[in-house]
């Protein structure tokens, strides 16, 4: 017996066929035409009972799946258990089932609005322009509004924790340089500043810090705690433009203009290289799974160790992408697109 053939094989039922789950103690099992199905089998696709949801399977991965189509320049998703959301250039909000099973609008902007990030928190829907963040029920209700021009500045990126907003801004309270600042919902006249940043990026936050990046060259991956005590920490420094930015199980990884996904490893004070090659990178995600990475050409994911990126989906123009357990989504701004494929 090969050594191959005594690794446990995962045979599933299609058609008129009949394999089940064997281990391979036996050459004369039926086991190739079983593993050819996982290979095409749209109802078992690279793995039982993972379905494509009428796309097609080829080589054991399900084809990319439209969600919603003909959307006007969608810039940004987020997602709940059952549904993705997305804020569009102009402000409005669309939604669509997981699934595939139906999409819609969810509300349309007034004139002259523009959209540039979306989050859920708490079973509230975040989303802002460059001078507002609204909040709303994600299954629908009133909408409210925090005015920033006169408190925080013009907003770049925002992330949302417990009903707090932490945003990347310019001008803030009238500094000459940019700043990361946050706010319980309601009350922006209330927010906490970290001053003189020179040009505060993406932001993300976990349980204890908000993390950020400045976006210059020489740049700088930085945070704070939540809570605002203590000093603001340099966890990278003298790095090309650090753009996307992701924190995963502790390490943190960003994209910098030299096209390459780094990684600093929980206590580690160098970071490390994980892929290269990566040019327009717009946005980032990570699980245990591996880097997901959305830019101007394709959706790609780079291996947890590191390695060439596999490209999962080929885009026009991918401005933001989200993860859950199952599958990666994104949105691809110049196809008017909301998109799905199974990791």
Known sequence: MTAARALTLILCAAAASACAQVIGLDDSLPAAA????????????????????GGACVDGRCAPMTLARDQAQPVA??????RVFWVLEDGGLGWARKDG?????????????????IAIDGGNLYWHTSLAVRRAPAG??????????????????????????????????????????????GNPAGAVFTHNQPWADRVVVDE??????????????????RDAQGLIQDLATDLDQPGPLAVAAGAVYWVDATW???????????????????????????????????????????????????????????WSLALDDDAVYWVDHDAGTVMKVWK
């Open 140 to 185: 629908g209700g009133d909408i409210a509004v925090d005015e920033v021009a006169q408190t925080v500045g013009y907003l770049r990126r925002c992330a949302v924790a417990g009903g707090t907003v932490y945003c990347s801004a310019g001008s803030c309270a009238n500094d000459v340089e940019s700043c990361v600042a946050w706010w319980p919902f």
């Open 260 to 318: 390459s996904l780094r990684r600093l490893a929980p206590d580690a004070t160098v970071p490390t290289s994980l892929a290269g090659g990566l040019p327009g990178v717009s946005d980032l995600a990570v699980d245990a799974s591996g880097a997901y990475l959305a830019s101007s050409y394709d959706v790609s994911m780079v291996p947890p160790g590191g390695g060439d990126p596999q490209q999962l989906a080929a885009v026009r123009s991918s």
């Open 34 to 53: 079983c593993e050819a199905r996982l290979h095409s089998d749209p109802a078992n696709c690279g793995a039982c009972g993972r379905t494509c949801q």
């Open 208 to 225: 204890q810090y908000v993390y950020w990046t400045n976006n210059t060259s020489p740049g700088e991956v930085r945070r704070v705690r």
């Open 101 to 117: 099973t139906q999409n819609g609008t969810l509300w349309q902007a007034p004139a002259g609005d523009s959209g540039r990030g």
């Open 77 to 82: 998703l987020a997602l709940d258990a059952t």
